[in-house]
């Protein structure tokens, strides 16, 4: 099974990090994980991903540069340094994994953690 646990949600202001993590508990082999983040009123939105084998990322125009993502393979965890925040970085992000090599896309994603509230204030 796969069960992901995030956590280091919090209020900052404009221009201040935050640091996201996810910690897999179960025992299931995932190819790649990945972060999302939803803000009211807007639809689901890719974050960055990180494949297990060889590090390989992928990060979409709007955090390029001020994102990073990363994992520890031993502890089976991922994290999201989020650096530069802006207001418009306010949403709820959610860890999630994927057992395909297509990790650039959401809709392959078919295991989430609960997601953990990130509020930028200006």
């Known amino acids: 099974q796969v069960q992901l646990v995030e956590s280091g949600g919090g209020l900052v202001q404009a221009g201040g990090s935050l640091r996201l993590s996810c910690a897999n508990s179960?025992?299931?082999?995932?190819?790649?994980m990945g972060w999302f983040r939803q803000a009211p009123g807007k639809e689901r939105e890719f974050v960055a991903a990180i494949t297990w084998d060889f590090g390989w990322t992928y990060y979409p125009d709007s955090v390029k540069g001020r994102f990073t993502i990363s994992r520890v393979n031993a502890k089976n965890t991922v994290y999201l340094q989020m650096n530069s925040l802006k207001p418009g970085d306010t949403a709820v992000y959610y860890c999630?994994?994927?057992?395909?090599?297509?990790?650039?896309?959401?809709?392959?994603?078919?295991?989430w953690g609960q997601g953990t509230q990130v509020t930028v204030s200006s």
């Open positions: 999630a994994a994927t057992s395909s090599t297509d990790y650039r896309s959401g809709i392959r994603y078919n295991y």
């Open positions: 179960g025992r299931t082999f995932t190819y790649a």
